[in-house]
């Protein structure tokens, strides 16, 4: 029976990995040889890897790969895109030449505002906590003039306090309402920064103010953070052309054009269509996150609820047909930086700014937006014309082929066979064992 661990944080690479192989692996060498496996030689690379976590014992790889000729704004650009699922970057890459000979993508920034909000008690009056408020106010935007000196030298920093009632849903809840702007950094640090000092002061002025000291009611902080739904920093991605213009020689351009548009009206309607819909979009917006070293998992929360923000949940993309002009577009809230993090310390997102010619966080929320754009594009135009699993399981092939250990020769052959036939695991196995036949009689 396996025991609790003290200072396990406190124990040496190799002490930790021992203690799970005892405990957890059974001892398996080749259990443990995995985990060294993907070690990088370069000991210093090694070693700011570890740094970036707690308790780090290897590392996960995932494949970066580029989609190219996007087109957008005018200016052509490649998009690193980190990701395992297969056909995410082949589906980009169809959707971005495909809409390149037809102008490209039109990408605008709306607005980059961002929040966090410091969350108490009060169960005294609404009159005496909205005094306190106002006079409170000026107190705390300058207790934070030191942690907002650099940012607001950049232009950036707090914009606005509010006070907010939230006493008719939850008894004795209030919450002030503070609003940022981070510029280039996606800013969780400074506004988390900003926040708790706020909150310090906070309750600190609200001791001395008489109201609370007649009536021995005080305010009581909850907590203080900032949140991941920004539905005021916003970015709009769309694309457009004639109906003629989405004509080719496998579809007719009106006929596909008004079920395409069908199809987003669905998942506007129908919630088990939106959730499956906006995944394929973060699909493509999830792939960029990860290869310029942003947080998903915000950018995931912060989208998903603004899909939901009109009590139901819907499609982020929208399309058209007016005037004979098919249009197709989107809206996201992108909260992401292009300083502080993994941004500036991982070699690949480095890297990755670098291919995208090196954006500033308006640019790069244009780019993801597009980039969830084109996934959408590619996902719906299977579905309304060839349907989605051809694609996908003919790049899912190369999966299959090496879970059966399948050799260089016997994936050119599949490969070749799959052309023109459907894939499944099933049908991928019988080939396999067809071909293994074939070669050794070959030989």
Same mark, same amino acid.
């Given at each position: 029976?396996?025991?609790? *661990? ?14 799970? %192989? ?49 087109? *957008?704004? &005018?200016? =052509?650009?490649? =998009?690193?895109?980190? +990701? ?27 607005? #980059? ?20 408020? !106002? ?15 650099n940012m607001k030298a950049r232009g950036g ?14 008894? $004795? ?5 503070? #609003?940022?702007? +981070? ?5 969780a640090n400074f506004i988390n920064s900003c926040?708790?000092?706020? %909150? ?15 009536? !021995?009611?005080?305010p009581e902080v909850v907590m203080s953070i ?26 007719? $351009? ?31 917006? !999830?792939?960029?996150?990860?290869? +310029? ?11 998903? %609820? ?34 502080? &993090? ?26 993801? %937006? ?14 309304? +014309?060839? &349907?989605?699993?051809? &694609? ?42 067809? *071909?293994?036949?074939? *070669?050794?009689?070959?030989?």
């Open positions: 029976m396996n025991r609790p *661990i003290s200072g396990f944080s406190k124990k040496s690479k190799q002490e930790k990995i021992d203690w799970l %192989a005892e405990n957890y692996l059974q001892n398996n060498p080749a259990s443990v040889q995995i985990l060294k496996k993907y070690w990088n030689e370069d000991a210093h690379l090694q070693q700011l890897h570890d740094d970036f976590i707690e308790n780090t014992l290897s590392n996960y790889y995932l494949p970066f790969g580029i989609a190219p000729n996007f087109l *957008i704004n &005018g200016k =052509l650009f490649a =998009l690193p895109m980190v +990701t395992e699922e297969s056909s995410v970057v082949a589906a980009a890459s169809n959707a971005a030449k495909f809409w390149l000979e037809r102008g490209g993508f039109n990408a605008e920034v709306i607005s #980059t505002e961002k929040n966090g909000q410091i969350h108490f008690n009060f169960e005294g009056s609404e009159k005496s906590n909205e005094a306190f408020f !106002d006079a409170v106010k000026p107190k705390l935007l300058k207790s934070i003039q030191a942690i907002e000196k920093g707090m914009l606005e306090l509010s006070l907010m009632d939230k006493s008719h849903i939850l008894e $004795g809840y209030y919450y002030i309402h503070a #609003t940022f702007e +981070t510029l280039d950094a996606m800013g926040l708790e000092q706020m %909150a310090n002061t906070f309750e600190e002025e609200a001791k001395n103010f008489e109201t609370f000291q007649k009536d !021995d009611t005080y900032l949140s991941n739904y920004v539905p005021e920093c916003l970015v709009r991605a769309k694309v457009s052309c004639k109906v003629e213009e989405l004509t080719t020689k496998h579809f007719d $351009g009106k006929q596909f054009a008004e079920k395409f548009v069908r199809a987003i009206e669905i998942a506007k309607t129908e919630s088990r269509r939106a959730v499956t819909h906006n995944k394929g979009i973060m699909n493509g917006v !999830d792939a960029v996150v990860l290869a +310029t070293g942003n947080d998903f998992r915000a950018v995931e929360a912060g989208v998903h %609820a603004y899909a939901a923000r009109n009590s139901y949940y819907g499609s982020l993309t929208h399309a058209k047909i007016e005037d004979n002009i098919f249009t197709f577009w989107i809206e996201l809230p992108l909260a992401v930086g292009t300083v502080g &993090g993994l941004t500036s310390l991982h070699p690949l997102t480095k890297l990755a700014f670098e291919i995208l010619q090196k954006p500033n966080a308006k640019e790069l929320m244009e780019i993801m %937006a597009v980039a969830g754009l084109a996934q959408n594009f590619a996902a719906v135009r299977s579905l309304v +014309t060839t &349907g989605i699993q051809k &694609g996908h399981m003919k790049m899912h092939l190369m999966n299959i082929l090496n879970q059966l250990h399948a050799t260089k020769e016997e994936k050119e052959k599949a490969m070749e066979y799959f052309m023109t036939k459907p894939v499944s695991h099933s049908s991928a196995a019988d080939f396999f064992k067809t *071909i293994e036949k074939l *070669i050794r009689i070959e030989f």
